[in-house]
């Protein structure tokens, strides 16, 4: 058999993002939107298009939300049409329609001819249309239906379910927060969100291309599995001839070769050398590049790349004494876990560039944060966001796509759930940052608690997803990367929470003493102090919900008056109960403020000390408790949440409170009983560096005048990657006037306070401060702040107040009578000294015990 260049031409991909138009086609359209078709800008969705040519308003803002619902019940057309010369279909022996994310439910046409029916938002969608594409004009629609009717239709066909919202998500394999959730407005939208291709090519190109790299003593190797397709039929004379497969990195090649006929191979490359990844904290995150080509006689057919870094990471679940852990180990070395929750950054997901992906990754850093788990109820997130968690260092946790809800096993989701898993396990695991796949959110937990068993009255719920299938495709495509059935999942726990109507011996799936857990019950029910009641092995959800920045609300909500139960305030606030759950949380810390801006900053700073208390207890009680995540880090637009960063982009005081939570060396004051079993306090210092911490640790009861009314000292020295509990002497432990002292535990330049009385029952005074500014550079500007004759308490800078492209370094600061700190401001060149000092910009708690 003779093959020639002709016949070997690479895979060549086309982008088709041009020329396209939509219009609706039925449903509860408005008399103008329904005579007209738009441009359409791809990848994008039909919400984005309309808002672009002025026929609707933005959705986030006011109550648009309930008046643009008809979007999701109308069903909208796409078309383009793009040119192909004859040399250009001649030239390959195959051309492929590829579509990388169509949003959810369509048919597919080309040249006048239905060629697929789609219904996964998750999954690549992959047509041959060699048959059909033509010299000349091909004309390419893309006819979606209605996800919501669809929702619907499809609970009826399977049988509804429990869920925790009325539009049956759980039916549909599109991402179920874009129904709604108790943080996210209700979009239903449709569109053609992920980029659109036209592939062609000859002889054979890539299929699945599973790439890992292994760490072994100095050095490691990196292995390709390549699975190839190949040209079908006698038209393509090179189909079945041998290929080659070769892999390269750092300079090294190795190359293997396809029989003739055969379909897949193994290629690997040794290194003697080669430098470990490490997570942000523990050492650099160093990638290393990787070229696979696929040949036939000297010719290049196809290519991909990858970046991978040598690590190797697990889990340990071996029971011990206190029951099961779940601790993460890198490079053989135990990791405290400081993690946050990801949902979509966006509502619409398409607006969210590389450039975006890395000023919140990059916020999640500074932080001090070191995992990021991708939520269940949103999507799979693009290449950029893993790409990057890559390069900082950031670790992530990805759950499968199934949350709070039971979903039927049957077809046609089982197929869909199917490809879709093997699309992204593929796609995803050979990121360094990858640390866990989870089957899913919450389901397990809910099969046990939430009354599912008698509403499911035997229907499957996705049991099958999670024990079997997600499993199975894991160990065949990453057997490198770890799995859980689900979060929270207790290790060990036999098949509690299996199939339907059959009850199983091991432990709940949120058991405090084994395996991951999350902790709702003291939002929900309880105050924020009784996050000290528990000491779960690992919890991965619990949160504190507070308002947007000030700028973000008041660009969102045109409210007059704005109030904290004003209509926008109620549509931006979508929790149940969610402003009666602030109001019980903050009472018995703060009084209720009567006017709005500051019951705002009241809120925000009561959902900061609530995560401060509960982050501060879990990291002293390491390595029992091995991590914890917070819900949330982002928001996908203006809303009252559990997050760190508002839908704009804009730190809450949160985040302060994370980064002073996970700072790498921490002291922080807990309750802990004395020998004799009566209450106490004792200093946990925290070490979370590679260098032993010693010195003396002085404890010091002060007045909030500043003056020292009992002091001890002990002498400490902490390991690296180590904690110690010390406790405090009584003499320094008890108050005299619980009202006006408070406790404060030093070592080096770190402290930890105590309070003996809770804010609004002490004697804080009004804020005597002194504020300087300073040039500290282009775009940098100082803040120097100083106490005057009496303690100030969390003292927090609310920039976004001078400007909304300004960003602050640091927050919830408290100072002694006398001491000062310097605020780093960034995005903006200069700020008056008066300025900040306003007190509706430089907040604290003393406001809210003296106004």
């Not at 008698?454 to 495509?477: I, K, N, S």
């Not at 309880?526 to 000491?535: A, G, I, Q, S, T």
């Not at 709005?596 to 879990?618: K, V």
Request: glycine share 8%; hydrophobic share 45%.
């Amino acid at each position: 058999m003779t093959s020639s260049a002709q016949q070997h031409l690479p895979r060549v991909e086309r982008p088709l993002h041009t020329g396209w138009r939509v219009r609706a086609v039925s449903g509860p359209v408005p008399a103008d939107i329904a005579a007209t078709s738009i441009p359409a800008t791809v990848p994008g969705v039909v919400h984005l298009d309309l808002m672009r040519e002025g026929l609707i308003p933005d959705p986030y803002l006011d109550d648009h939300e309930s008046a643009l619902a008809w979007i999701g019940l109308v069903d909208w057309t796409y078309e383009t049409t793009f040119d192909l010369a004859q040399g250009e279909l001649a030239a390959a022996s195959v051309h492929e329609l590829v579509f990388d994310g169509l949003d959810t439910v369509a048919t597919v046409s080309l040249n006048g001819t239905a060629i697929a029916e789609v219904a996964n938002q998750h999954r690549t969608h992959r047509i041959d249309v060699t048959a059909l594409v033509r010299a000349g004009g091909n004309d390419l629609v893309v006819a979606f239906r209605s996800p919501v009717k669809h929702a619907n239709a499809q609970s009826l066909a399977l049988g509804a379910r429990p869920r925790p919202y009325p539009t049956p998500f759980d039916a549909i394999r599109k991402s179920a927060c874009s129904f709604g959730w108790d943080w996210g407005i209700a979009t239903a939208t449709s569109g053609i969100w992920r980029p659109v291709r036209l592939e062609s090519w000859s002889t054979a190109r890539f299929g699945e291309v599973l790439v890992r790299a292994t760490p072994d003593g100095d050095g490691g190797y990196v292995e390709a599995v390549v699975r190839v397709t190949r040209a079908a039929g006698s038209d393509d004379e090179g189909a079945d001839v041998a290929l080659d497969v070769d892999l390269e990195i750092a300079g090294v090649r190795t190359a293997v070769e396809i029989p003739a006929g055969e379909r897949e191979a193994v290629v690997r490359v040794d290194l003697e050398q080669a430098e470990r990844w490490w997570p942000v904290g523990y050492g650099e995150p160093v990638l290393h590049d990787v070229r696979v080509r696929l040949g036939v006689d000297g010719w290049v057919l196809d290519e991909t790349t990858r970046r991978v870094g040598f690590r190797d990471l697990r889990w340990n679940t071996e029971p011990d004494a206190d029951g099961t852990p779940f601790q993460l180990v890198v490079n053989d070395r135990p990791v405290f876990v400081k993690g946050v929750n990801w949902i979509p950054d966006d509502a619409f997901p398409v607006r969210v560039d590389r450039a975006r992906y890395r000023a919140r990754l990059e916020q999640a850093a500074s932080a001090g944060l070191n995992l990021i788990r991708v939520w269940g109820g949103g999507i799979y997130e693009a290449d950029a966001f893993y790409e990057l968690a890559d390069e900082l260092g950031l670790l992530t946790w990805q759950d499968f796509l199934f949350a709070c809800s039971a979903y039927s096993e049957e077809e046609p989701l089982r197929s869909e759930v199917a490809a879709e898993a093997r699309d992204n396990i593929v796609r995803l695991a050979h990121h360094a940052s990858l640390a866990l796949l989870t089957g899913n959110n919450e389901n397990l937990w809910g099969y046990e608690d939430w009354g599912w068993k008698l509403a499911l009255d035997g229907r499957t719920w996705g049991a099958y997803y999670y024990h079997e299938l997600f499993p199975q495709l894991v160990a065949e495509l990453a057997p490198h990367v770890p799995y859980a059935p689900g979060s929270p999942f207790s290790p060990g726990g036999g098949e509690h929470g299996g199939e339907p109507g059959v009850e199983h011996a091991g432990e709940h799936p949120n058991a405090e003493a084994h395996g991951t857990m999350h902790v709702w019950d003291l939002w929900n029910q309880k105050d924020w102090p009784h996050y000290r009641d528990l000491e779960p092995r690992f919890v991965a959800e619990f949160g504190w919900q507070g308002p947007p920045a000030w700028s973000t609300l008041t660009r969102a909500i045109s409210d007059d008056p704005l109030t904290p139960e004003s209509p926008g305030m109620i549509v931006h606030q979508k929790a149940i109960d969610g402003n009666a759950k602030l109001t019980a949380g903050l009472v018995r810390h703060y009084r209720v403020p009567n006017d709005m801006e500051t019951w705002h900053w009241a809120m925000q700073l009561n959902q900061a000390n609530a995560i401060s208390c509960a982050l501060d207890h879990y990291r002293s009680h390491w390595p029992k408790t091995a991590g914890a995540v917070v819900w949330q880090l982002n928001d996908c637009w203006p809303v009252t949440s559990w997050a760190a960063i508002d839908g704009d982009g804009h730190a809450k005081p949160l985040l302060h409170a994370i980064r002073n939570a996970f700072a790498p060396r921490v002291v922080s004051v807990q309750p802990r009983a004395a020998e004799s079993g009566a209450p106490g306090l004792a200093a946990i210092v925290g070490n979370d560096t590679d260098d032993a911490w010693s010195g003396e640790l002085v404890f010091e009861r002060r007045g909030f005048d500043g003056s020292v009314l009992a002091r001890a000292a002990a002498s400490v020295d902490v390991a690296a990657r180590d904690a110690l509990t010390v406790p405090v002497p009584v003499e320094v432990a008890e108050a005299t006037d619980a009202a006006g002292e408070l406790l404060v535990v030093t070592l080096g330049e770190v402290r930890g306070l105590w309070w003996f009385a809770e804010p609004r029952d002490s004697a804080l005074a009004a804020a005597d401060v002194e504020v300087e500014t300073a040039s500290a550079g282009a775009g940098v500007v100082t803040a120097t702040v100083t106490a005057g004759s009496s303690v100030v308490r969390d003292l927090t800078l609310l920039v976004d107040k001078l400007d909304v492209r300004a960003s602050v370094d640091s927050g919830l600061v408290t100072l002694l009578p006398g001491e000062s700190h310097v605020f780093t401001v960034s995005g903006v060149d200069a700020l008056e000294a008066r300025a900040v000092a306003d007190p509706r910009v430089l907040r604290s708690g003393n406001q809210l015990v003296t106004a």
